[in-house]
């Protein structure tokens, strides 16, 4: 959990020291989706995974790849051109927040509970506190929207892909190098016409955004399959509440950018409202169902 929490956490670092080296949005988007694919694909053969081979899965994947990867990645970088790395991973914890609220629109939230409809309200209001557009000194902007944007399509993605193409029988490493592999041709076009006018990149561009492929994106997908698979899905989100704090202080310490009373503030209200929106009430255990019913559940060895 510690180096997933590490490895994920960084990369709003890592896309702004690529920004500030002289890399545009659209090559980072480009490189990281090549360079996580190659990792991923690496990893899926070393376990013995297929890639899929049918024409409808892979058009699922393309879907899959635009708001999973081609497009967040992208706007990631557009909005960090105008946001500091801190704020930008804060942001990104909002995520969970667009999957509740696309629940409630394709009708998969029905009779959620007041507690989760109140962590919704929270976490909302937590990113108002953050952006401050009552104040001059707010981080409202077209970045910060494209922040928010980002993490929406986060959400539609995972909405998509948990109902189109988990569970089909593909493996977890196969599935996501091919979805990597699906935003690399996504992603080319953009960059390599953008790459023709921007050509003057530092050698620390080059080494932020190899960190940023291989590590933050090739490896952060192996490790979330190996937590899922070892602990379970619980530690797995619970990596999520990790990911700001993260990013906070490394944008602190590495890029000495200054954190406000009412950024932090607002952290915390959002992290609430997420924690909030995970709520889940629990129903009795199998023994006390069986004794409101009468019965008796059986002892050790029965």
Known sequence: MTALAL??????LWIKLALDSGLTPFQIAFVRSA???AVLLVLARAARQSLPRDRGTWARLVVAALFCNALPFLLFGIGEQTVDSGPAGVLHATTPLWSVLIGFAIGTERGTHPVRLGGLVLGFAGTLVILAPWEATGLLSGGALALLGASA????GFAYMGSRLTGRGTGPL????AQLVA??????????????????????????????????TGFTFYLSYRLIADEGATSAAAVGYLLPVVSVALGAIVLDEELGPRVIAGAAIVLAGVAATRWRKRGPSPSARASAAGLTAPGPGK
Request: charged letters at 5%; aromatic letters at 8%; glycine letters at 8%.
């Open 7 to 12: 490895l994920w956490g960084s990369a709003f």
């Open 183 to 216: 935003a690399t041709a996504l992603s080319a076009p953009a960059a390599l016409a953008d790459g023709t006018t921007h050509m003057d990149i530092a050698p620390r561009a080059v080494l932020a955004v190899a960190v940023l492929g291989v590590f933050s």
């Open 35 to 37: 360079l996580g694919a």
């Open 174 to 177: 196969a599935l996501s190098a």
């Open 153 to 156: 399509s986060y959400a539609v």
